[in-house]
C-alpha cells in the first residue's frame, strides 16, 4: 500500500519521501501526528490560541493550508477554520478508526494528516476543520495572502 501511494504520489508531482527521511526533518511528535495519524492532546498546542495574522503552512512540506481569516474559536482544544486557504490546498479522506466515523483531512501537497472536518462550523462554509496545531507552522509573513 505504502509503494503504490508514493508512486501515484511521484507521478502528480507531491513530495514524496521515505520514513526516514522525514524523521530526519521532523520531531519525534511532528512525525507522529502528520506521518502516523496521531492526534495531539486537545489545548496542548500554542497554535489553538494563535491569534496573529498570517499563513498555517504544512509543518513538513511548508504548503499553505489555511488562511488566519477563516482561523475561529470552537472551544475544542485544536486551532479550528471553517475553510481551507484553497480549493486544493487539502485532501479528505473517510476514516473509520476508533469505530466512528469522520472524514480526515490531510495536506494535498505531501499526505501529512493534519485532522479532521466536521460539519458543525460557522457561516459560511459550516464546516469545522478541527486541525492538530503540531501539523502546522504559522507564517505570519504570508499575513492577508489566501495563498502562494
Known sequence: MRKTLEAEMEKSGNDVKSDE????TLTPEEFR???EHGTERAFSHP???????????CV???????NSETKYDSATGWPS???????????????RSLFMRRTEVRCA????HLGHVFP?????TGLR?????????HDAEASGNKSR
Open 81 to 95: 477554520f471553517y475553510a481551507p486557504a484553497d480549493a486544493g490546498a487539502v485532501s479528505e479522506h473517510e476514516d
Open 109 to 112: 501537497n505531501c499526505e501529512a
Open 33 to 35: 501526528v502528520t506521518r
Open 21 to 24: 527521511e522525514w524523521r530526519k
Open 47 to 57: 497554535y489553538y490560541q494563535e491569534k496573529r495574522e498570517g499563513m498555517y503552512r
Open 129 to 137: 476543520y478541527c486541525i492538530n496545531g503540531v501539523a502546522l507552522k
Open 60 to 66: 513538513c512540506c511548508g504548503a499553505p493550508l489555511f
Open 120 to 124: 458543525d462550523g460557522p457561516n459560511p
